[in-house]
């Protein structure tokens, strides 16, 4: 009996357990514009919609490097435009 439950148990897990699947394969296009932004673009029209995604390479909010050399080398770079 207790073979029987281990056995009913064990099979259960087995099946249990996800298939893996392959990763998707996705086209996409990468080039950087004249003023250095680089863009990804991936279509794909199955859907008539559209999505943008902007992301910053830049710190965590709450990081603190005010007064490291980095920190003043920004502010040196960005005080002519009035960002600081």
């Known amino acids: 009996m207790l073979r029987h ?8 897990l087995v ?3 996800p ?7 996705i086209k996409f296009e990468k080039y950087q ?7 990804i673009l991936s279509e794909d029209h199955r859907l008539p ?4 995604d902007i992301w910053y390479h830049v710190g ?3 990081q603190q490097i005010k ?3 980095r920190h003043k080398a920004s502010a040196a770079a ?6 600081l």
Do not use: I
């Not at 960005?78 to 960002?83: K, M, S, T």
């Open 33 to 39: 514009l004249p003023n250095g932004l680089t863009v």
């Open 5 to 12: 439950a281990m056995w009913m148990a064990g099979a259960a």
């Open 19 to 25: 298939a893996r699947a392959a990763d998707p394969q």
């Open 15 to 17: 099946l249990a357990l």
């Open 78 to 83: 960005w005080a002519p435009y009035g960002y």
């Open 49 to 52: 919609q559209v999505a943008v």
């Open 67 to 69: 007064g490291c050399a």
């Open 60 to 62: 965590a909010a709450n």
